[in-house]
């Protein structure tokens, strides 16, 4: 029968990510989304310590930041020079939005305690899942340095331009190089987002993904431990539809979203995680049903019951899973 789609195979990968696995995810939506996925079913999972972060020189200076910060007795890391108000909100330009607000002080102080669970979570961490966003970034004049978010701050303060393949390679190029001497068996996941960036055009973000596609080609090529996930290619060729996506036709809707987290699965989880996550998956189901006739008839005591049963059965066969 003549096929009218180009599917692409899952390929295992030569190590794994399972529940003894520390994964820390930094980047665009895509983190988001696969983080949702991964901490639902209790794997752990880290995500975006300063916030949604799109452009990958952002992304090599978190994690540079949090690589660099091992002493947690040392004084806060971010200080007072590192805030502006606009629009009667406190802001960091290297912070997603989320993290600002009308008082200082406990602006300050999340985006400190942030980093420090950040920095506690990566003495574990032997996995990091990246995930490229879009190559055009905004400089901020006053100091001549890429900002992670513009906050609605007006244009003319900022400087545009597509970032280079190899500006991309030189900055990650040394925190690698840190952390293979650090952690020679952490694992690094880039990906590069399929969520079109449509403010400068489709051209212009056609260009920008191109950059960064050869960019986690030669970063992977550099370094044996960092290896490239194609969700940029399941959704463009494989899915290939608008279907899949939501209203406004660009971000991913959640059946394209299921379909790259049961190839993910197929890439980085064995058998034994598989057979875990359907068990928690099962468990999950039951925790959100809701009885068509209260929660005081029999039957729902009794499933209840079964359920209690069920999580107290798994906890025991696996005690790092709690329900």
Same mark, same amino acid.
Request: hydrophobic share 40%.
């Given at each position: 029968?003549?096929?009218?789609?180009?599917?692409? +195979? #899952?390929?295992? %990968?030569?190590?794994?990510?399972? =529940?003894? *696995?520390?994964?820390?995810?930094?980047?665009?939506?895509?983190?988001?989304?696969?983080?949702?996925?991964?901490?639902?079913?209790?794997?752990?999972?880290?995500?975006?310590?300063?916030?949604?972060?799109?452009?990958?020189?952002?992304?090599?200076?978190?994690?540079?930041?949090?690589?660099?910060?091992?002493?947690?007795?040392?004084?806060? !890391?971010?200080?007072?020079?590192?805030?502006?108000?606009?629009?009667? /909100?406190? %802001? $960091?330009?290297?912070?997603?939005?989320?993290?600002?607000?009308?008082?200082?002080?406990?602006?300050?102080?999340?985006?400190?305690?942030?980093? @420090?669970?950040?920095?506690? !979570?990566?003495?574990?961490? +032997?996995?990091?899942?990246?995930?490229?966003?879009?190559? +055009?970034?905004?400089?901020?004049?006053?100091?001549?340095?890429?900002?992670?978010? *513009?906050?609605?701050?007006?244009?003319? =303060?900022?400087?545009?331009?597509?970032?280079?393949? @190899? @500006?991309?390679? &030189?900055? !990650?190029? #040394?925190?690698?190089?840190?952390?293979? $001497?650090?952690? #020679?068996?952490?694992?690094?996941?880039?990906?590069?987002?399929?969520?079109?960036?449509?403010?400068?055009?489709?051209? &212009?973000? +056609?260009?920008?993904?191109?950059?960064?596609?050869?960019?986690?080609?030669?970063?992977?090529?550099?370094?044996?431990?960092?290896?490239? !996930?194609?969700?940029? &290619?399941?959704?463009?060729?494989?899915?290939?539809?608008?279907?899949?996506?939501?209203?406004?036709?660009?971000?991913?809707?959640?059946?394209?979203? @299921?379909?790259?987290?049961?190839?993910?699965?197929?890439?980085?989880?064995?058998?034994?995680?598989?057979?875990?996550?359907?068990?928690?998956?099962?468990?999950?189901?039951? /925790?959100?049903?809701?009885? /068509?006739?209260?929660?005081?008839?029999?039957?729902?005591?009794?499933?209840?019951?079964? /359920?209690?049963?069920?999580?107290? %059965?798994?906890?025991?066969?696996?005690?790092?899973?709690?329900?």
């Amino acid at each position: 029968m003549q096929t009218f789609r180009i599917e692409l +195979n #899952p390929q295992k %990968a030569s190590f794994d990510i399972d =529940y003894q *696995c520390f994964t820390l995810g930094i980047g665009s939506c895509f983190i988001e989304n696969i983080g949702a996925m991964l901490n639902a079913r209790q794997l752990p999972f880290l995500q975006n310590p300063f916030g949604i972060v799109y452009n990958p020189l952002s992304i090599a200076k978190q994690l540079a930041a949090i690589m660099d910060r091992e002493d947690n007795s040392k004084p806060s !890391f971010f200080k007072d020079k590192d805030f502006f108000q606009h629009n009667g /909100l406190w %802001a $960091s330009l290297q912070h997603h939005g989320k993290f600002s607000g009308q008082n200082k002080e406990m602006v300050l102080k999340n985006m400190n305690d942030s980093l @420090e669970t950040a920095c506690i !979570f990566f003495k574990k961490t +032997n996995r990091i899942l990246l995930t490229f966003g879009t190559a +055009n970034v905004f400089i901020w004049k006053e100091t001549g340095k890429v900002v992670a978010n *513009c906050h609605k701050i007006p244009p003319q =303060y900022f400087e545009q331009k597509r970032l280079k393949v @190899e @500006e991309i390679v &030189e900055n !990650f190029k #040394p925190v690698f190089e840190k952390m293979v $001497s650090q952690n #020679p068996d952490c694992q690094v996941i880039i990906t590069v987002s399929p969520i079109r960036h449509l403010r400068d055009g489709l051209v &212009e973000n +056609n260009r920008s993904k191109a950059v960064l596609l050869l960019a986690a080609d030669a970063l992977s090529q550099l370094f044996d431990n960092v290896h490239y !996930f194609p969700a940029y &290619e399941i959704m463009m060729d494989d899915l290939r539809d608008y279907r899949f996506y939501e209203r406004d036709m660009i971000h991913p809707n959640s059946v394209a979203i @299921e379909y790259i987290w049961q190839f993910f699965s197929e890439t980085f989880f064995n058998k034994k995680t598989k057979s875990i996550i359907q068990e928690v998956e099962k468990i999950n189901a039951m /925790l959100v049903h809701r009885p /068509l006739h209260g929660v005081d008839t029999e039957g729902y005591q009794k499933f209840r019951e079964q /359920l209690n049963l069920k999580i107290l %059965a798994l906890q025991k066969q696996y005690s790092f899973l709690n329900f």
